[in-house]
């Protein structure tokens, strides 16, 4: 059963809000991820799996898109979790599951997704247990199934210019915060605590994320594509580019 939340769609675009401060081309990049799925349907309403998928952003647009789709939301954050229960309403499975581990795995309830989506996540674990995780994705799909990844993946051949480009956002960005325009991250967790309904399930999420954020570790987009290949997908590529980040996609 899903907690009470008064009103998840604040929530919602307040998260939203507070992600696109940093990922101002946030929707763009999921256009490219469901064009992606798109292009790959076989005469069936998508299974998609939202791994990592907090709030549950891209299951509600996937199920926007795609209406008769089965979404499957998997992440270990109770407080995410519980406004994307309360947002989707029995339109999609929730699973609570820790990516660090395989035994992820055995909480799907399907055992081949058309599409494995995902964004701005992926980065939380290190890179041994993404290199497995990314075999295990290519497992989940049908063959002909599509994994999408965008993340912070910058191009490794413009290293100073990428530098100077986040060093500008960065800039931008905190004369946002500086006005009360948008949240920021720490800001947007605070105002959460403190919100009766969620502020047990933000406690318990400090005692998962002790840092309360990633570990930054952010390789160039060069480097999932090579992961991917080697994790035996049939085609790699990059299906977005904005700034410092990218979306890969790979085709079992
Ligand atoms: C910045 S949020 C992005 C959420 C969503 N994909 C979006 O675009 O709004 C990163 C997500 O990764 C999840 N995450 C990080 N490490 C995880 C792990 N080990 N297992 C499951 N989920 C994890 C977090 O709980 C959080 O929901």
Excluded: C
Excluded at 95 to 122: F, Q
């Amino acid at each position: 059963m899903s907690p009470y939340i008064a009103d998840p769609w604040a929530w919602q675009e307040s998260w939203d809000r507070q992600q696109e401060a940093y990922l101002p081309d946030r929707e763009h990049r999921f256009a490219a991820m469901l064009d992606t799925v798109d292009a790959v349907l076989d005469g069936r309403p998508p299974r998609v799996l939202d791994l990592a998928g907090g709030t549950g952003t891209i299951s509600l647009r996937a199920l926007a898109r795609f209406p008769d789709a089965e979404a499957t939301l998997v992440d270990l954050d109770p407080a995410l979790l519980a406004i994307a229960g309360a947002s989707l309403a029995g339109r999609a499975t929730i699973v609570t599951a820790d990516l660090n581990t395989p035994d992820w795995l055995a909480t799907l309830p399907h055992r081949e997704y058309d599409a494995v989506l995902t964004a701005t996540a992926l980065h939380w674990l290190p890179a041994d247990r993404l290199t497995r995780l990314y075999a295990e994705l290519r497992d989940v799909l049908r063959p002909g199934g599509v994994f999408v990844n965008a993340d912070h993946m910058p191009d490794d051949t413009v290293p100073e210019l990428t530098k100077r480009l986040m060093d500008r956002a960065r800039e931008r960005r905190d004369a946002r915060y500086a006005t009360g325009s948008v949240l920021s991250w720490s800001d947007w967790w605070e105002r959460a605590g403190s919100d009766p309904a969620l502020a047990p399930f933000v406690a318990e999420r400090h005692a998962i994320y002790p840092t309360g954020h990633s570990p930054e570790w952010n390789p160039p987009v060069s480097w999932h594509l090579a992961t991917l290949t080697a994790a035996g997908f049939s085609e790699v590529g990059t299906i977005w580019r904005g700034g410092p980040d990218a979306a890969v996609a790979a085709v079992r």
